[in-house]
């Protein structure tokens, strides 16, 4: 399965917080247009998605160590006695 660049990775919550930005000004711009309301909920959804997948990394991140350690031996070298 291909896997995009890093820089394309780490800027997607921006892409999708700017394209729910856009779209929810745009709904509030012109509210008496048809697509008005699909478009605020379009926004709603892509600002909701930029949050969720930077929350999700920045968890990733802080607790990285541990992800890393899953399915280590016990007693591996590295490994912190608790």
Do not use: N
Request: proline share 7%; aromatic share 12%; charged share 20%.
């Amino acid at each position: 399965m291909p896997r995009l660049t890093k820089p394309i990775y780490e800027s997607l919550p921006a892409v999708y917080a700017l394209l729910g930005a856009v779209l929810l000004w745009l709904s509030f711009h012109w509210r008496e247009a048809w697509w008005s309301t699909p478009c605020a909920l379009a926004g709603l959804l892509a600002l909701v998605v930029a949050l969720v997948l930077w929350m999700h990394r920045r968890d990733y991140r802080a607790t990285s160590t541990d992800y890393l350690q899953r399915g280590r031996p016990v007693g591996e070298p590295g490994d912190e006695q608790r």
